[in-house]
């Protein structure tokens, strides 16, 4: 991943690497607090568009259900992008009413790793790189997730830039 400016890092108001289980091809970036009830379009969105919100939490879709490196970064302001490092591009957000974010499927056990935020709303983009890595089997790449954050109102999930291949072995 490029790393960031001096500018962008003077922006930055959290950020965290992580190791996320992606269990169905999908994790959830949300408040801790938060209990979504997932319904078949949230699923079905994942699977299409590779992004998904319902009630203030953002579902994140992977090509692989293995445990998938996510970072984690929270903008002061939206970020300037440069779309072609990218496979996939993705708009949505969240709600984070404690400031306590997790990443993971559904789970909210308290040995996971908590970002801690500013208290508040989120807009969000998702960056997906190294689709073209992963073996036919769906075990092994070099895929990455890079979901950053910025003070705003939550957006609509949307692709911004889609992936021009198929993903093996999702």
Do not use: C
């Not at 979504?36 to 692989?64: H, M, N, Q, Y």
């Amino acid at each position: 991943m490029p790393e960031p400016t001096n500018a962008q890092a003077d922006d930055r108001l959290a950020y965290a690497e992580l190791d996320v289980f992606a269990d169905y091809n999908y994790f959830l970036v949300q408040d801790e607090r938060l209990r979504p009830d997932l319904s078949d379009e949230f699923t079905d969105a994942l699977i299409e568009d590779l992004v998904a919100t319902k009630d203030g939490v953002l579902g994140v879709g992977t090509a692989r259900r293995v445990t998938v490196p996510v970072v984690l970064e929270v903008l002061a302001h939206e970020p300037v992008d440069e779309l072609d490092d990218w496979d996939h591009i993705t708009e949505g957000g969240l709600t984070a009413p404690t400031g306590r974010l997790l990443a993971s499927s559904m789970d909210y056990s308290d040995h996971l790793p908590r970002t801690t935020v500013p208290a508040g709303d989120y807009a969000a983009r998702i960056y997906y790189r190294g689709f073209r890595t992963i073996s036919s089997d769906g075990l092994h790449g070099d895929d990455l997730y890079r979901v950053v954050l910025w003070p705003a109102a939550p957006r609509a999930a949307r692709v911004v830039k889609r992936f021009d291949g198929e993903l093996p072995g999702g």
